[in-house]
């Protein structure tokens, strides 16, 4: 299952207690139409990775900058090792990283 409609199904399921049994995604430049059917496997699959993705998110403290249009726009590119050949080390004044905390109801 997509992992995007696994999301809505959960968020669905969670906000009208009802269990759905099909989900489409549909492209509206293209005007296709993917459907999946809902099985318990794809529940427990969706469950499983949301948890793993959680999990690393909460642990994760590697973090790859990654080129994009946004750099230009970028305040500290001084600092990035994507943008800069030798960056700078982050100032004394750099807030620490923040604690992340995640909260999602899975039943």
């Not at 299952?1 to 549909?26: C, F, N, P, W």
């Not at 993917?34 to 690393?56: C, F, G, N, R, W």
């Amino acid at each position: 299952m997509d992992v995007q409609l696994g999301l809505y199904y959960l968020a669905l399921e969670q906000t009208y207690y009802h269990a759905l049994k099909r989900l489409s995604l549909i492209y509206l430049r293209s005007n296709q139409c993917i459907s999946y059917e809902v099985t318990p496997e794809h529940l427990t699959q969706i469950k499983d990775l949301i948890e793993d993705l959680a999990l690393k998110l909460r642990s994760d403290q590697d973090w790859h900058p990654r080129e994009g249009e946004q750099c230009d726009r970028c305040g500290y590119r001084q600092y990035c090792s994507a943008q800069t050949p030798n960056p700078e080390p982050l100032p004394q004044t750099a807030k620490p990283p923040r604690k992340v905390q995640l909260a999602l109801p899975l039943r």
